[in-house]
């Protein structure tokens, strides 16, 4: 195509269009939503599956795996991001404060959550309200790795989370995780006095029926993300269909 | 008729380095983004590579864009950023063409 040929752009569609583009690189997930989202309803099913906590695979509990989840999710989005969605070379978008304060709302919240996770486990421990049941640990993960974990999922957010949807993907999977690690954490650590004993009385009811809306809500939000994330993808075959053909 | 009479020297002022469709399109798609990458440019403008080079390189030498060259591994990758005064320049120019266009309805 030469200069002549290009005869009045539509000038609106063509900022348009970059700006899409560049939302993929920067704000949009697409598969990568539809991808946390499947893997969220898949971990809430096997977590959920008959024998799930006892299960063993390879001579290690099945939750061992499960808590590298959010991980192997942060990978394959990396990956996949820059294979589908940078198909053309990479546009960074113009900065937009709103959506970076929102972003950040996100990415902070989730901090908060795993850093209070963190304290209070330390806490328990200097007060001497939990230690290690040596027998009982025996049967969960090494007990340095539960403690861990949430650090770990701390560290790749500044700079892996790029979006919102993102943000809340990796909220559910690491909100999961920390989940499905807290039975194995009381196990391994309990108090002195396991309160099993003389149960756990309205605490107990109301954290199971807490623990049940928040499955709920998973499996929920694992089905809106994977329509969401499948049509955000959809939209980007038909944006990159409209370019004009190659020179 | 023209009933302004500034008019045609208004037309005479617009700044030729924008009014050219193809840098038009060039500086409206920089304008739309922070930083953009050659092939993305040369595919949304659907001009050929020679004809994209060759109208950067006259948006750079008047100050409107800046190239920035990286590398991806070993392959080199070429990108544009839109300079202040190209930002300026475009919406200067939209606010000229707008001011010498009829208003809707009146011919």
Same mark, same amino acid.
């Given at each position: 195509?030469?200069?002549?040929?290009?005869?009045?752009?539509?000038?609106?569609?063509?900022?348009?269009?970059?700006?899409?583009?560049?939302?993929? &690189?920067?704000?949009?997930?697409?598969?990568?939503?539809?991808?946390?989202?499947?893997?969220?309803?898949?971990?809430?099913?096997?977590?959920?599956?008959?024998?799930?906590?006892?299960?063993?695979?390879?001579?290690?509990?099945?939750?061992?795996?499960?808590?590298?989840?959010?991980?192997?999710?942060?990978?394959?989005?990396?990956?996949?991001?820059?294979?589908?969605?940078?198909?053309?070379?990479?546009?960074?978008?113009?900065?937009?404060?709103?959506?970076?304060?929102?972003? %950040?709302?996100?990415?902070?919240?989730?901090?908060?959550?795993?850093?209070?996770?963190?304290?209070?486990?330390?806490?328990?421990?200097?007060?001497?309200?939990?230690?290690?049941?040596?027998?009982?640990?025996?049967?969960?993960?090494?007990?340095? %790795?539960?403690?861990?974990?949430?650090?770990?999922?701390?560290?790749?957010?500044? %700079?892996?989370?790029?979006?919102?949807?993102?943000?809340?993907?990796?909220?559910?999977?690491?909100?999961?995780?920390?989940? %499905?690690?807290?039975?194995?954490?009381?196990?391994?650590?309990?108090?002195?006095?396991?309160?099993?004993?003389?149960?756990?009385?309205?605490?107990?009811?109301?954290?199971?029926?807490?623990?049940?809306?928040?499955?709920?809500?998973?499996?929920?939000?694992?089905?809106?993300?994977?329509?969401?994330?499948?049509?955000?993808?959809?939209?980007?075959?038909?944006?990159?269909?409209?370019?004009?053909?190659?020179? | 008729?023209?009933?302004?009479?500034?008019?045609?020297?208004?037309?005479?002022?617009?700044?030729?380095?924008?009014?050219?469709?193809?840098?038009?399109?060039?500086?409206?798609?920089?304008?739309?983004?922070?930083?953009?990458?050659?092939?993305?440019?040369?595919?949304?403008?659907?001009?050929?590579?020679?004809?994209?080079?060759?109208?950067?390189?006259?948006?750079?030498?008047?100050?409107?864009?800046?190239?920035?060259?990286?590398?991806?591994?070993?392959?080199?990758?070429?990108?544009?950023?839109?300079?202040?005064?190209?930002?300026?320049?475009?919406?200067?120019?939209?606010? &000229?063409?707008?001011?010498?266009?009829?208003?809707?309805?009146?011919?």
């Amino acid at each position: 195509m030469t200069t002549t040929d290009l005869n009045g752009p539509d000038l609106a569609a063509l900022a348009a269009l970059t700006r899409d583009y560049a939302a993929f &690189q920067a704000r949009k997930s697409g598969l990568a939503t539809a991808l946390g989202g499947l893997m969220a309803v898949v971990f809430v099913i096997a977590a959920l599956s008959p024998n799930f906590m006892g299960a063993h695979v390879l001579d290690r509990l099945f939750i061992e795996y499960l808590v590298w989840v959010p991980f192997l999710w942060l990978a394959v989005k990396g990956l996949g991001s820059r294979i589908l969605y940078r198909r053309l070379g990479l546009v960074k978008a113009s900065p937009d404060g709103t959506y970076e304060r929102r972003r %950040w709302f996100w990415i902070l919240g989730l901090a908060l959550f795993l850093i209070t996770v963190l304290l209070a486990g330390l806490y328990a421990f200097a007060s001497g309200f939990l230690q290690a049941h040596q027998p009982r640990a025996a049967l969960c993960p090494p007990p340095m %790795w539960i403690l861990l974990m949430p650090f770990l999922y701390l560290l790749p957010m500044p %700079w892996a989370i790029r979006g919102i949807e993102e943000a809340r993907a990796y909220v559910v999977l690491v909100g999961q995780s920390i989940l %499905w690690l807290l039975p194995f954490f009381i196990f391994s650590f309990g108090p002195p006095t396991p309160p099993l004993k003389t149960g756990w009385g309205i605490f107990g009811d109301v954290m199971g029926v807490s623990i049940l809306v928040l499955i709920y809500v998973v499996l929920i939000w694992g089905a809106l993300a994977m329509v969401r994330g499948w049509r955000e993808h959809r939209e980007y075959l038909a944006m990159l269909r409209a370019l004009p053909r190659e020179a | 008729m023209v009933k302004n009479e500034t008019t045609p020297k208004a037309i005479l002022e617009l700044d030729r380095m924008v009014h050219e469709p193809a840098r038009l399109a060039i500086l409206t798609v920089l304008a739309s983004a922070e930083e953009v990458a050659f092939l993305f440019l040369q595919r949304v403008t659907g001009l050929s590579k020679g004809n994209l080079s060759s109208h950067t390189q006259k948006l750079e030498a008047a100050g409107y864009l800046e190239t920035v060259k990286a590398f991806q591994g070993r392959i080199p990758v070429t990108s544009f950023r839109i300079t202040e005064d190209g930002r300026t320049a475009l919406r200067a120019y939209h606010h &000229q063409l707008r001011a010498l266009l009829p208003k809707e309805g009146k011919p």
